[in-house]
C-alpha cells in the first residue's frame, strides 16, 4: 500500500494540480455551528487510545460548544488514511485534521493539499512551540516553519519475557543491550526447552528498525545530509552500517531464531507473537507499552519486561530518531473550519491532553511542560517503563543522522528495503547482493518523485 500512495500522489500533482492554501487567521463565531472531521487510524474499539482520543475531543466540544468534531477512522494503516484523505480532497470532500506518518511529511507538503498550520495559529498557540521537546522540534522543522503538529511520538523498544530468560538461565534485570548480546541470550534460550517457543526474538518486517539501527551508527538511510540540506538522489541503503544489520538479522533466521507473522508491517500479529509465548523477545514500538502491557498480563499470563532498542555494538551511540505521526489541516474548508481545525490540533497537543495521551499508550510527551508535570506527580517512579522511550531519544546529541530522513517517495524507498530484507531472511540471498538490488529501486523512486516534483 505504501508503495501505491506515492504513485497516487505523484499522479494526482500532475494530473490534478496543485491547491495552495490562503494564510489567513479568521475567528470564528461563537455562535455560528462549525463542524470539522478528524481522520486517524486508531481504529479498534478495545484500544484506550481510541477512548482517550473521543474524551479528548469531547472535552474539545465542552469548551467550544459550536464546534462538532466528528472522529473516522476504518483502519490503521496510515497509507490509507492518507490516500484517503487525498481522494476525497480531489472531491472537495476532504477531511479536516489528518493524522499523518513522519515519513509521509515531505510528500504532504509537496502535494500542496494542506495548510501551514503556523500561518493560522494565533500568538499564545505559536508561544507554545518552544515548550515541544527539541528532537521533535528539530525532526518536524517547527522552528522554521510548521505545517503540522507532532502528536503520537515514539521509537522502538524491547519487550521479553522475563520467565522465559530464567528458564534459560538468564538474569532477567539484565536484558541484552547489543546485536551479539542478542544473540548469545537466543543461543540460551533455544536451548531451553520451552514448549511454547516458534522461535526467539520477532519485530516487524519494517524499515524503520534498520532506520534507527542506523542511526545509532551515525550512518545516513539518503544523501543530502538525510535529505535535509537538498533533495536527496540517492538511497545509502548499501552502506557497510546496513549490511551489518542485514548480516545479523540473516543470521537470526538462517538459525530459526528469529520468525515474524508472514506479512510486513504487521505491528499487532507481531506483538500477539510474543504475548502468547511464541517468542521471548520482541522489538516493536514505544506506541503499544499500554497495550503490551495489559495484554501480556490478561492473555499471555505474564508481566513482560522492557527495555532500550539494543545497539549494533556497545560504540553504536548515536541516538535513534523519532517516529509516529504528526496532525496536519487540510486545505479546501472555509475560514471558519479551518481555524477550528488548527485550535483542535493545539488542544489534541496540549500539555493537558499530552499527558492523558502518554498515561494512555506510551506514546512519550511531546512537551517539556508535560514531562516536568510527569515527574513531580511521580508517574515515571511508578511506571519507568514510560520513561524508557522518552530518555532513549533525549540521549540522542542531535545531528543528521538522527534526524531522520526526509523525502517525499519514502514509501517506496522504505519499501525497497522491505523487499531486500524478504529477500535475503526468506529467499537466502547474501544480503549485499539484495541490498545493492534494493538500492537501485530505491534510486529510481527517487529519480521518478524529483522529475514531477523539480527542485
Known amino acids: 500500500m505504501k508503495k501505491k500512495v506515492t504513485l497516487i500522489i505523484v499522479a494526482a500533482l500532475v494530473v490534478f494540480g496543485l491547491i495552495p492554501g490562503i494564510a489567513s487567521r479568521t475567528a470564528y463565531s461563537q455562535d455560528a455551528p462549525v463542524e470539522i472531521t478528524f481522520v486517524h487510524i486508531f481504529s479498534d474499539e478495545r484500544d484506550v487510545r481510541l477512548e482517550t482520543i473521543q474524551q479528548i475531543a469531547a472535552n474539545f466540544m465542552a469548551e467550544h460548544p459550536n464546534v462538532t468534531v466528528n472522529l473516522e477512522s476504518n483502519t490503521d494503516s496510515y497509507a490509507s488514511i492518507f490516500e484517503g484523505a487525498l481522494r476525497a480532497a480531489e472531491q472537495g470532500t476532504g477531511p479536516d485534521v489528518v493524522q499523518i506518518e513522519d515519513t509521509l511529511r515531505q510528500i504532504a507538503i509537496d502535494s500542496q493539499y494542506f495548510v501551514k498550520i503556523g500561518d493560522y495559529a494565533s500568538e499564545e498557540q505559536l508561544a507554545t512551540i518552544p515548550d515541544i521537546i527539541t528532537p521533535m522540534r528539530n525532526y518536524y522543522n517547527l522552528d522554521d516553519e510548521i505545517w503540522g503538529l507532532p502528536w503520537n511520538a515514539s521509537n522502538p523498544v524491547m519487550y521479553y519475557n522475563p520467565a522465559m530468560f530464567e528458564a534459560a538461565g538468564l538474569d532477567p534485570n539484565t536484558p541484552p543491550q547489543t546485536f551479539d548480546e542478542i544473540t548469545a541470550a537466543c543461543d540460551a534460550i533455544m536451548s531451553a526447552g520451552i514448549e511454547t517457543l516458534e522461535g526467539c526474538i520477532n519485530w516487524p518486517i519494517t524499515s524503520w528498525l534498520p532506520e534507527q539501527w542506523l542511526s545509532m551508527q551515525n550512518a545516513l538511510f539518503i544523501n543530502n545530509d538525510n535529505g535535509h540540506s537538498a533533495r536527496a538522489t540517492e538511497a545509502l541503503i548499501d552502506s557497510p552500517e546496513m549490511l551489518r544489520i542485514m548480516t545479523w538479522w540473516k543470521d537470526l533466521a538462517d538459525k530459526g531464531y528469529f520468525v515474524y507473522s508472514g506479512s510486513t508491517e504487521a505491528y499487532t500479529s507481531e506483538g500477539l507473537l510474543f504475548i502468547s509465548g511464541k517468542t521471548a523477545i520482541h522489538l516493536s514500538t514505544s506506541a503499544g507499552i499500554s497495550n503490551v502491557l495489559n495484554y501480556s498480563q490478561t492473555l499471555g499470563g505474564f508481566d513482560p519486561g522492557i527495555a532500550p532498542l539494543p545497539k549494533p555494538d556497545a560504540d553504536a551511540t548515536n541516538g535513534i530518531t523519532p ?133
Open 323 to 455: 517516529g509516529g505521526g504528526s496532525v496536519w489541516v487540510m486545505a479546501g474548508h472555509s475560514d471558519a473550519q479551518t481555524q477550528a481545525a488548527v485550535d483542535f490540533a493545539f488542544y489534541l497537543t496540549s500539555t493537558e491532553n499530552d499527558m492523558a495521551w502518554h498515561k494512555a499508550s506510551g506514546y512519550f510527551p511531546i512537551r517539556q511542560s508535560s514531562i516536568d508535570a510527569l515527574t513531580a506527580e511521580g508517574w515515571f517512579d511508578e511506571n519507568p517503563a514510560y520513561r524508557i522511550p522518552l530518555d532513549q531519544l533525549l540521549a540522542s546529541e542531535p545531528d543528521t543522522a538522527n534526524a531522520g530522513s526526509v523525502l517525499g517517495s519514502a514509501a517506496q524507498v522504505r519499501g525497497a528495503v522491505v523487499d531486500g530484507i524478504l529477500s535475503i531472511i526468506d529467499g537466502g540471498q547474501d544480503p549485499a547482493e539484495a541490498m545493492i538490488a534494493a538500492k537501485q529501486r530505491a534510486d529510481q523512486a527517487i529519480a521518478d518523485y524529483n522529475s514531477v516534483i523539480g527542485d
